[in-house]
């Protein structure tokens, strides 16, 4: 059994000798624990280049490791919102989506992005059935 310490090793390893960008963000991802803006600056192009490839859970990921990444909570939103919409385009709704979305809602001042926020889980709840009358 390996610890989280050698896995984390291993993969900033691999990520140091790979040439292709976005496998060399994949183990990024996995090998960095502290916040580092420069690596979530490369998470989210690799997100954006997975999404337009057609791999959307696997740009979720990164979008959504590019957020707890980042220390600017303006841009840590930003990247949230963009993990939430590649995890429903990849049938993540409920899954990864929901929660993606009550956890800015709970974190996010009012204003335009947590309007977003509530807008993005009405209509995913609606869509999916998962809303109460008592939400609204």
Known sequence: MHTDDERR????RLAAVLDDPDEQAMHLARATVDPDEAIAVQLEHAARRLDRRGAPKSAAFLAERAAELTTDPALATARLLLAADLYQVAGEGEAHVLPLLE???ETLQPGPDHAR??????????MTD???FSEI
Request: no cysteine; hydrophobic share 50%; aromatic share 4%.
């Open 103 to 105: 956890r800015l809602e």
């Open 117 to 126: 926020a509530l807008l993005r889980r009405g209509w995913l709840g609606a």
């Open 9 to 12: 090793s291993v993969h900033a």
């Open 130 to 132: 998962s809303l109460s």
